[in-house]
């Protein structure tokens, strides 16, 4: 069920391609006069963003499947690691999490 929810992203980038072409192909030939030309032309980029997108996530897809592959279930979250965790400053990590109620003063 998932596989229904959650498209290929190269299924979606053809699909949304081949309807931009499709949309285009409509404007130029037939070239209907006001509303209508906006309304296509707008789809036109609607579809093309689609499209531009997929392409997009390809690379990030194909990583997160590789990371379920190798059994690593926290190597799907690209960019944490132990040198980002020492980078960050505790005390400010702290007051962000506490509530202003329960903080305490350390003069």
Do not use: K, N, Y
Not at 49 to 71: F, N, Y
């Amino acid at each position: 069920m998932g596989r229904i929810l959650r498209p290929d992203p190269r299924i979606v980038a053809a699909v949304a391609s081949l309807a931009t072409v499709a949309v285009l192909v409509v404007l130029v030939v037939w070239h209907p006069a006001g509303i209508p030309t906006v309304g296509l032309a707008l789809l036109c980029v609607v579809l093309a963003t689609t499209a531009g997108t997929a392409v997009a996530a390809l690379p990030q897809r194909d990583h997160r499947e590789e990371a379920a592959t190798l059994g690593q279930p926290d190597a799907a979250l690209p960019g944490l690691d132990a040198d980002t965790l020492d980078a960050l400053d505790s005390a400010a990590v702290r007051a962000r999490l506490d509530p202003p109620a329960q903080r305490v003063s350390d003069r």
